[in-house]
């Protein structure tokens, strides 16, 4: 399938990389088909709107960045996308970029999760007080090689 992309243009995208987010993400209700694309930089990967060309999300694996990320994903969040079990879901976290130079942080708080059977996606929310919407990557990068 081809997508339109601002910063790249025509992407060809393979149907295993075509996401559904039935429910939309927080602030961006409207939008429900995306694509993962691969950025110029591991670990990270886009989330591309296939509905609006200037929209995308950097995204990351956040067990990559944090050995002690835990997710207790309610089951209301895995019904949604009809996951049955654990292991049919891969868990991303919304990466920002700050254009003022500050801090890279991910989004631990609301994490994407995403049924691999089916490639529906839904933003969950946690309700552990341990995750925050701005976790600095460095900075858990550092604690995560320290240990």
Request: aromatic content about 10%; some cysteine; proline content about 5%.
């Amino acid at each position: 399938m081809e997508i339109y992309s601002k910063a790249r243009g025509k992407i060809e995208v393979s149907d295993d990389r075509l996401i559904t987010i039935p429910e939309g993400l927080f602030g961006f209700e409207k939008f429900t088909q995306y694509a993962l694309v691969d950025s110029d930089y591991e670990p990270f990967l886009w989330l591309q709107s296939c509905e609006e060309p200037s929209l995308a999300f950097l995204i990351v694996d956040p067990f990559l960045i944090s050995s002690d990320y835990e997710t207790d994903i309610d089951d209301d969040y895995l019904s949604r996308i009809d996951a049955a079990r654990p292991e049919d879901i891969i868990v991303m976290t919304i990466v920002t970029v700050p254009h003022d130079g500050g801090a890279i942080t991910a989004n631990f708080q609301g994490p994407l999760v995403i049924n691999k059977k089916n490639r529906k996606c839904v933003q969950a929310i946690l309700s552990d007080n341990r995750w925050s919407t701005k976790v600095n990557i460095a900075e858990a990068l550092k604690s995560k090689g320290e240990r």
